[in-house]
């Protein structure tokens, strides 16, 4: 699959796991499931922007699940990045890398506000991204 077809594909995924964490409820005090969802919504989608400015997708995937190390990657390539978008990524960083929010690790403390204050910089992100991306090559049309 090429650079930007995969780009397309990570920024789709990334809108529908922002749809799915805007269904939940938060629970404060627990890991809601809606911070996994949030913040894979934004590896995802720093993933399609520098894909499509066109890293190779091998290297992308070296950035594996480094929230920091995506947005370093994608603001070298261009990506303006809002601060609220780097404290997100700040706080949200250390338990998404180290896969607290997919299985709860105990052994260590992350504090974090509330999942719902975070979603509108995901939704923000997305729409930077997807502005970014030339439209979808199964779109283009010659006339």
């Avoid at 290297?59 to 601060?83: C, F, N, P, Q």
């Avoid at 998404?96 to 509330?114: A, K, P, V, W």
């Amino acid at each position: 699959m090429g650079g930007l077809s995969l780009a397309h594909n990570y920024l789709d995924d990334a809108e529908a796991y922002l749809v799915a964490a805007r269904q939940l409820d938060d629970h404060p005090g627990h890991f809601s499931p809606k911070y996994f969802l949030l913040s894979h919504a934004v590896e995802l989608a720093l993933k399609a922007y520098v894909l499509a400015k066109g890293d190779a997708e091998r290297e992308t995937r070296k950035i594996r699940h480094d929230l920091d190390a995506a947005l370093s990657r994608a603001v070298a390539l261009g990506l303006t990045s809002s601060t609220e978008l780097q404290n997100v990524v700040r706080l949200v960083a250390p338990p998404h890398r180290d896969y607290s929010f997919r299985y709860g690790n105990s052994s260590q403390t992350h504090i974090l506000r509330r999942a719902d204050n975070f979603e509108a910089t995901v939704s923000a992100l997305i729409s930077d991204v997807s502005a970014a991306l030339p439209e979808h090559p199964a779109l283009l049309k010659i006339s």
